[in-house]
């Protein structure tokens, strides 16, 4: 009887998967610093932009709690589940990439305060233009 060998799996993270990681990480660190006010915030990015991508993120992040009026769930960094906030920032951002105004304007309006749906969007879209200046290809 011969052993058969073992079959080799891919066991790296998917491109879905690192962005989310990176979400929860980015995430992690926001609750650590200052909730930030969305006009404020929005006038900072216009203004300035932001010179890095995980800046970037963790601006977003730290503002979805002040635009959704409540706290935003997310898993520690490496758990298997999502959350609904972790699914609908991995589709808002899809959507965004893939120039989906429907979805686009579904995803903000169905959960972001009318006066914050700029800054979140901006931000969002930033986040997706750094990822595809630095290669990134997530979804």
């Known amino acids: ?21 990176r979400a929860r990480r980015c995430a992690a ?3 650590l610093g200052r909730r930030v006010d969305g006009a404020d ?21 730290r503002l979805l709690p002040h635009a959704l009026k409540r706290r935003v769930v997310f ?6 589940e999502t959350t609904f906030d972790e699914d609908w ?3 808002l951002f899809e959507a965004i990439r893939l120039n989906d105004a429907d979805t686009i304007s579904f995803a903000l309006g169905s959960r972001v305060t009318p006066t914050l749906r700029p800054a979140v969007r901006t931000l969002a879209q930033q986040v997706i233009e750094r990822l595809d200046r630095d290669d ?3 979804f």
Do not use: F, I, K, W
Request: proline share 9%; hydrophobic share 35%.
């Open 41 to 61: 915030l929005l006038d900072v990015v216009r203004c300035h932009g932001c010179p890095l991508h995980d800046e970037t993120l963790s601006l977003l992040l």
């Open 75 to 80: 898993h520690r960094p490496g758990a298997t």
């Open 29 to 31: 660190q926001a609750r």
């Open 1 to 21: 009887m011969t052993a058969r060998p073992a079959q080799m799996t891919d066991t790296s993270p998917t491109p879905r998967e690192l962005c989310l990681e």
């Open 136 to 138: 990134l290809e997530l």
């Open 89 to 91: 920032l991995l589709r």
